[in-house]
RNA sequence: UCCGCAAUAGCUCAGUCGGUAGAGCACGUGACUGUUAAUCACGCUGUCGCAGGUUCGAGUCCUGCUUGCGGAGCCA
């Protein structure tokens, strides 16, 4: 007899198997029962019938505790009055762990009592779902990448300067000196570029920001591809090349799960269209200032003149060459005008923000080193970066993408907090 | 950090004009052969966030604090 998943039942009609999981819930009459069991992979039902299994067996899975680890054997069978499609008609079920007052009731629970259980909460379907589509979405960035001849590199996460000066940072004792939580890989992954030419990261950064919004984490994985030998508009390509990649392959690979969030499949194609809509900060400025938006010039967005741009297109849209005083360091000046930067950020429909800022980098040593004393940073913290414009310095750009971001829009949660499997917030460092 | 809202049973909430604490769910027992958060009957469940004040009397009114939530700023 065959041990198996649920998720692979469709193969096993009509042939006894082994299942081992967790009853999620259960409901009995009489002389039958339904126990709702997961096992990590999906979720189904096991019916029992008290005429089958004897009085003893019966009562005992009437009598099953909600969270309960079983090994269940029995003959899968197709029936469209369950849900998933298949069940599993219960022949034996033997309890491999038993659970007492699971505190995650199948009823309503509020937010703070279901986060302070996170480490529960991630059973249920819902977040079960969401977190599917995450790995999904990060299985899709590796197999996007290496498909492009990419290089995956590791960032420190240990830094003994700031990356960009524009935020917190979580500092910690280094042996006795400062160190720094990196807030972005990015510098490293340019010196990854000049050694592999097109490389990406992926890990975990951190911003000590007091941010407490539906958009923030202080702890939040990116993505942060560098090519050498690009431009800004082959960036921009491949930055909407590979969105489009990743919502394509959460359309071909988690159809359970976007049913059990209630994703609109049919607006999540929409984002797959490309090209994507692209307008300069100028002209961003300009919409804003007709629609009686109190900003000047110079100004960066927030959050309510993010979302009122987003609403104008269909799909997400590119703003590019923001005034340089509001972006980082490193980036490379406009050729024709000196007041704004070729960089680009992508905003998402339906509010859901920023999701990637990318930029071209700066290639001239004696100007890289201008703009570092001119953001107020001390050049000698960033010998090693300005090295890389010593020896063979080439144009290079690339770009971050917020992966928490990018699940809660595409799951379209209302909160990012749900779209990590343990969020770290201002207020949140448990469990 | 600023603005606004909230805190009552294990959970979600109600509690009128200031007058002896309520419901649903969970849990327990029983009934029920196709349930979908099953249903029905009975039972159990309390430091009303903390500290002080007003009052004959405070879950309710006032002050301070704590914690959480929503938003702003900052950003991915």
């Known amino acids: ?27 009995s009459s009489g002389k039958i029962a339904f126990l709702q069991l997961r ?79 996170r480490h529960l909460w991630l059973r249920s379907s819902k977040q079960h779902a969401i977190m599917q589509i995450r790995n999904e979405i990060i299985h899709a960035t590796f197999e996007f990448f290496y498909e492009r001849g990419f290089v995956k590199i590791d960032a420190p996460i240990l ?19 400062n160190a720094y939580l990196g807030q972005t890989g990015q510098l490293y992954a340019e010196a990854g570029a000049m050694a592999f030419g097109k490389v990406f990261t992926y890990g975990p950064t951190f911003r000590a920001e007091k941010s407490k919004t539906r958009r923030h984490l202080t702890e939040f994985w990116m993505i942060e591809p560098e090519i050498a030998f690009c431009d800004h508009e082959d960036s921009l390509k491949l930055q909407e090349e590979y969105v489009a990649y990743l919502i394509q392959h959460v359309l071909d690979h988690c159809d359970y799960a976007l049913d059990v969030l209630g994703r609109d499949r049919e607006v999540l194609k929409r984002y797959t269209q490309l090209p994507f809509p692209r307008i300069t900060y100028d002209e961003a400025i300009e919409m804003l200032q007709k629609a009686d938006f109190d900003v000047e010039w110079g100004a960066d967005f927030g959050s309510p003149e993010e979302t009122y741009i987003a609403e104008h297109f269909e799909k997400p849209v590119f703003i590019m060459n923001y005034p340089k005083a509001i972006k980082a360091f490193y980036m490379k000046d406009h050729p024709d005008r000196d007041d704004v930067v070729l960089c680009a950020d992508l905003i998402a429909p339906e ?32 010998d090693w970066y300005l090295d890389l414009r010593r020896y063979g310095s080439v144009p290079h750009s690339g770009f971050g993408l917020g992966l928490d971001r990018f699940v809660t829009w595409v799951t379209g949660n209302k909160h990012i907090r749900e779209s990590i499997p343990f969020p770290r917030l201002l207020n949140r460092l448990y469990p």
């Open 39 to 117: 096992d990590g992979s999906a979720y189904f039902q096991g019916v029992a019938l008290k005429s089958q299994l004897g009085e003893a067996l019966f009562d005992a899975i009437t009598h099953l505790n909600q969270e309960t680890a079983v090994e269940v054997v029995g003959t899968i069978q197709e029936d469209g009055r369950s849900k998933f499609g298949y069940e599993i008609h219960i022949e034996d079920l033997k309890v491999l762990g038993d659970s007492v007052d699971y505190p995650i009731t199948p009823k309503a629970h509020g937010t703070d009592f279901l986060m302070d259980h």
């Open 351 to 382: 509010g859901y923000g920023e999701i990637i800022g990318g930029s071209e980098r700066e290639t001239d040593y004696d100007i890289l080193r201008e703009k570092i004393i001119n953001f107020g940073l001390n050049p000698d913290d960033y």
């Open 1 to 27: 007899m065959e041990y198996i998943r649920i998720i692979d039942s469709k193969d096993y009609v009509e042939q006894k198997v082994q299942i081992k999981g967790w009853v999620a819930n259960k409901r």
């Open 159 to 177: 830094t003994g300067v700031a990356g960009e000066n524009t935020t917190d940072l979580f500092e910690v004792d280094y042996f006795g000196d």
